[in-house]
């Protein structure tokens, strides 16, 4: 077999090609150095003066995404259709279901596998009268190391009268010296009926893997027939992150989740979640609140599955007391 050339290469990219140990007649790149050492937050010593591009020092020299991805639902004869739909790479919009079975559950998915600096996902879920419907994501979503640019993750929900409204996306991964900002802006009208999550993971323990550097700015606006009635952000920066342990602050958990329910019967629905909560295993924290007709819960806990158990025993015995509906455990939390 021919020697392999690298036309117009550096020579520190010349120098990878080797012969593959399972394969010694066939020559390959041996990438592997030139990847980012995402637990040591920075570029292995070695790879410092050979990366080419990757050795910008702005996120916006580099190739960036922009996904998009929006649903319009409503109501027909019992039934929740799809009135209009817009996706744009790398986002994807799914709707699983059997043969003649009706909407119930949309599924986006991010095809880039995860998001960095500069990288921009826009979402946006409106629920018409009548409308029914579970929004969930594929898998938990990464966020990865980033330059100097957070990555831009916009969520809209627009849930009209007599409409049901559940966003469930699964769990959001930070990684150590990744940037991100999340937006969530839910605009509700009376009479209808929302349940929304949201999830961060700092790192996944059972790697090893720990965030001593980055940027987090988590928001929330939630607005009732026009007039803001929440507003919630959580912000972590650079010199923060060191002191997230203490007890007036995360207290070495790493794994917290905000989850927001809008509809009749606040106070009934309150005293119900709050013996939820109380039922939950202790290895996550969990409590309820009412503010501004919503009811807000906050989990806490030190791992992610944790966090994630929790979450499905909520999540399964509030949606049975809220009966038929959309407020139960997505099936793509099983898959």
């Known amino acids: ?60 020299e580099l190739q960036r995404a922009h996904g998009t991805g929006e649903i319009v639902l409503a109501g ?55 409308a029914s419907i579970a929004v969930t994501s594929q898998a938990a979503e990464k966020v990865y190391r980033a330059l100097n640019e957070p990555a831009q993750i916009s969520t809209r929900l627009t849930a009209c009268e007599a409409a049901k409204l559940a966003w469930l996306p699964q769990e959001t991964i930070f990684f150590n010296c990744a940037r991100l900002c999340r937006q969530t802006e839910i605009d509700l009208a009376s009479g209808a009926q929302l349940l929304a999550l949201e999830s961060l993971v700092l790192g996944r323990v059972a790697h090893g893997e720990e965030v001593a550097s980055g940027y987090i700015s988590d928001s929330w606006r939630v607005r009732q ?5 929440w507003a919630d952000t959580f912000r972590a920066t650079d010199e923060t992150f060191s002191q997230l342990h203490r007890n007036a602050l995360l207290s070495d958990c790493r794994a917290i989740g905000t989850l927001v329910y809008f509809g009749p019967d606040l106070d009934a629905r309150l005293s119900s979640l709050r013996d939820i909560a109380l039922s939950l295993a202790s290895e996550c924290r969990c409590a309820a609140t009412s503010v501004g007709g919503l009811i807000v819960v906050r989990f806490a806990a030190k791992l992610s599955s944790d966090l994630r158990d929790a979450l499905m025993h909520l999540l399964g015995r509030f949606g049975e007391e809220l009966g038929p509906g959309p407020f139960g455990v997505p099936k793509m939390w099983s898959c």
């Open 76 to 130: 027909f004869d019992n039934r929740t259709r799809i009135v209009d739909m817009f996706q744009r790479s790398p986002l994807r919009v799914m709707f699983p279901r059997g043969r003649g079975a009706a909407i119930c559950e949309s599924v986006f998915v991010n095809m880039a596998g995860g998001v960095a600096g500069g990288d921009r996902l826009d979402c946006g879920v409106t629920a018409l009268a009548g």
């Open 1 to 60: 077999m021919p020697a392999l050339v690298l036309v117009d290469a550096p020579l520190s990219y010349a120098n990878t090609i080797s012969s593959h140990p399972r394969c010694p007649s066939c020559h390959a790149i041996n990438l592997v150095k030139l990847m980012l050492d995402v637990q040591s937050s920075c570029l292995a010593p070695e790879n410092s003066g050979c990366l080419g591009a990757l050795g910008s020092t702005s996120d916006s």
């Open 225 to 229: 027939d026009g007039r803001l009635i």
